[in-house]
């Protein structure tokens, strides 16, 4: 039976009120973008973690620095939105800015396609926590599997030899100037 190895969920140093992980060990490092990553592939795996409170306040008030950090999220191979709370937390105006639940919501659907950023919603922080700690487990089984993969194959051709430019590997080699091939 094939047993993956037990990732180690980062978390940014500048998160305030880290999740708390129930199967994966943690550490705090600082992350050049995003809230959370996996151990060994911090330019791989980010997850932004955001409150629907937090999720408005940076839609509207900090929404060139969003912007920035949404941009930045696109030179990863696996990258998540995650906001803690449900969609109709938003419609239901369950925060305390004024700012008005659809356009929020626009703002959310249309960063999500230009940045190319899936938006996902947790209930609630644990369940945010389990979320980060199934994606992490999962993209490392995949990134080990396809390293495994890449290793079989380079293994069924054979070793591997240089030759040089020009000639041919069953050439036979010209005799030095003046005297005679050598056997090998």
Not at 27 to 39: I, K, P
Not at 78 to 99: K, N, Q, W
Request: hydrophobic share 40%.
């Amino acid at each position: 039976m094939k047993t993956t190895p037990t990732p180690t969920i980062i978390v940014d140093t500048r998160e305030q009120t880290p999740l708390l992980f129930a199967n994966l060990t943690t550490e705090r490092a600082t992350l050049a973008t995003g809230d959370y990553s996996v151990l060994g592939f911090e330019r791989d795996f980010c997850i932004e973690r955001k409150s629907i409170e937090d999720l408005v306040q940076s839609l509207t008030h900090g929404r060139d620095r969003f912007s920035r950090e949404l941009q930045r999220m696109r030179g990863y191979s696996f990258r998540r939105l995650l906001i803690v709370g449900t969609l109709a937390d938003i419609e239901a105006h369950r925060y305390r800015s004024l700012a008005n639940p659809k356009a929020v919501v626009g703002s959310l659907f249309a960063f999500e396609a230009r940045f190319d950023v899936p938006v996902c919603f947790s209930a609630s922080p644990e369940a945010a926590a389990t979320l980060i700690e199934r994606w992490a487990l999962y993209f490392v089984r995949e990134r080990l599997n396809a390293a495994s993969e890449t290793m079989r194959l380079y293994a069924l051709t054979g070793p591997h030899t240089p030759t040089r430019i020009g000639s041919s590997p069953t050439a036979d080699p010209e005799p030095p100037a003046g005297g005679v091939a050598q056997k090998k």
